[in-house]
């Protein structure tokens, strides 16, 4: 089955091919950290983690980098404020990012390069630059020359010209044109910095994904994918300083770009103070759920959030965990593998929004499936299907116990007492045992080789 993907290099859907399908490459800008990760930033880890499950299926080998941006000056200013390094800054908000995306079911890159561990290789590329007259120095600071580059605004659809003159940068008699973009600046006593040619200094940010690109995946990858926000300037730059650096080779076959978050239908942002923390949430909804309510839009298309759609998204996850809970009897053979319609609809330029429905399809299957064949096959395209997507891989009750604390001593001898009610023809005890644990959403179930119990949702 073909994967098609949109490219935003060529603004089209294309054909997904690796260059080699064993060692198909892909990239995702991940985390500056100096701050608790919100919704946004959750949304691309989610999404190309399905991307990656995805390509993970289809082909043998998969190398997947997502790195941490660990030298930044929002970190400096944090760490300032706090009279800490900057790795105080970056190890702690690292581990709350970890914390955060392993909550929403997102697993761990293949590689997770920092930029601080890579600085002998951003000084290099920019020593190529240079000496390919490409970039120049002035005044400490190193500088990308945009116009050197005549591709430059194809990945954003942007004139060269225009962008030149109506640059929205900082205005500083150092650079040649106003477009040029730093590659290397200087530090101050206060700033963290490294010994250099030019100065004693900081990498400029978008060259600390040009540069661990290629030393952990090569001149030239299959994916590349990010936030639509990345877009201009940062992938832009990215591709600018790449392909110069490595004497015009292709830097990236397949652009993916996910859209933007927004809360209650307005924009997400301080200003509003409506940016919504992950932490926060996992406070109110299980990880999957969030996971869930993050992927019910199509990844390209905007996203907007709410406490509604959030309450959806665990009713729906209810839907789909009750099906294998009356499944529970059912011994799977081998490992599951997912169902057909759902590896068709991801195929699909990633279309989560029809797998889940897809999925729903397969919930309708299982819940009307009687033979034992019939059963377990509705089992296993649940379980496979649901480990595509990141969801399904709990356990029924343990989903539905989620939040609630459960003393299930307390529970049996209750059933013991409901037992021995009925036993002495108490039905009255009896009854008001069952209604004690309905209302603490336990279900009471009775059958011929005895009584269970259950939580329900």
């Known amino acids: 089955m073909s994967l098609t993907l949109h490219n935003t290099y060529s603004g089209k859907?294309?054909?997904?091919?690796?260059?080699?399908?064993?060692?198909v490459t892909v990239y995702v800008c991940g985390p500056t950290v100096y701050n608790h990760a919100h919704i946004g930033n959750a949304r691309p880890?989610?999404?190309?983690?399905?991307?990656?499950?995805?390509?993970?299926?289809?082909?043998?080998?998969?190398v997947y980098a997502r790195n941490i941006t660990d030298v930044d000056d929002k970190i400096n200013a944090a760490a300032l404020k706090e009279g800490v390094p900057i790795g105080t800054i970056?190890?702690?908000?690292?581990?709350?990012?970890?914390?955060?995306?392993?909550?929403l079911g997102v697993l761990p890159p293949d590689v997770e390069p920092k930029a601080t561990d890579h600085i002998d290789e951003m000084k290099k590329m920019i020593k190529r630059l240079i000496e390919k007259g490409h970039a120049y120095e002035a005044d400490g600071h190193v500088l990308?020359?945009?116009?050197?580059?005549?591709?430059?605004?194809?990945?954003?659809?942007?004139?060269?010209?225009?962008?030149?003159?109506?640059?929205?940068?900082e205005v500083a008699p150092y650079k040649q044109n106003a477009s040029d973009f730093v590659l290397w600046k200087p530090s101050t006593a206060e700033q963290p910095g490294w010994e250099s040619p030019w100065s004693h200094g900081r990498p400029g940010w978008h060259l600390e994904c040009s540069a661990m690109i290629e030393r952990h995946l090569g001149q030239t990858i299959d994916i590349h994918a990010g936030g639509q926000d990345l877009v201009f300037p940062h992938h832009e730059n990215e591709i600018a300083q790449s392909v110069c650096a490595h004497n015009g080779t292709p830097f990236v076959r397949y652009w993916v770009h996910n859209g933007f978050v927004n809360i209650e239908e307005e924009k997400m942002s301080k200003s509003?103070?409506?940016?919504?923390?992950?932490?926060?949430?996992l406070d109110q909804a299980p990880g999957?759920?969030?996971?869930?309510?993050?992927?019910?839009?199509?990844?390209?298309?905007?996203l907007s959030w709410s406490t509604d759609g959030l309450a959806l998204a665990k009713r729906n996850l209810d839907r789909l965990y009750e099906a294998l809970r009356l499944l529970g009897d059912v011994e799977l053979d081998e490992i599951p593998t997912p169902a057909p319609s759902v590896i068709e609809a991801l195929c699909d330029d990633l279309n989560t929004p029809q797998a889940m429905a897809e999925m729903a399809a397969l919930v309708r299957r299982a819940n009307t499936a009687t033979d034992d064949m019939a059963r377990r096959k509705a089992k296993a395209d649940l379980i496979g299907s649901g480990m595509l997507l990141g969801i399904l891989q709990q356990d029924p009750d343990a989903w539905f116990s989620q939040g609630r604390e459960v003393d299930e001593a307390e529970i049996d001898q209750m059933v013991e007492a409901r037992n021995a009610a009925r036993a002495?023809?108490?039905f009255a005890e009896s009854d008001r045992i069952r209604d004690e644990l309905a209302a603490r959403g336990i279900v009471i179930e009775d059958k011929p080789e005895g009584t269970t119990w259950r939580v329900t949702s």
């Open 45 to 62: 880890a989610v999404a190309f983690d399905v991307l990656v499950r995805l390509l993970r299926h289809l082909y043998p080998g998969v």
């Open 272 to 281: 509003l103070g409506n940016v919504t923390l992950v932490c926060d949430l």
């Open 90 to 103: 970056t190890d702690r908000y690292t581990a709350i990012y970890h914390q955060d995306m392993g909550a």
């Open 424 to 426: 002495a023809k108490n």
């Open 13 to 23: 859907r294309e054909t997904f091919e690796p260059a080699d399908p064993k060692r």
């Open 144 to 169: 990308f020359n945009v116009p050197s580059y005549s591709d430059y605004g194809r990945l954003s659809k942007r004139d060269q010209d225009e962008i030149i003159a109506g640059a929205r940068v």
């Open 288 to 302: 999957e759920a969030i996971r869930y309510a993050l992927l019910a839009a199509h990844y390209r298309q905007p």
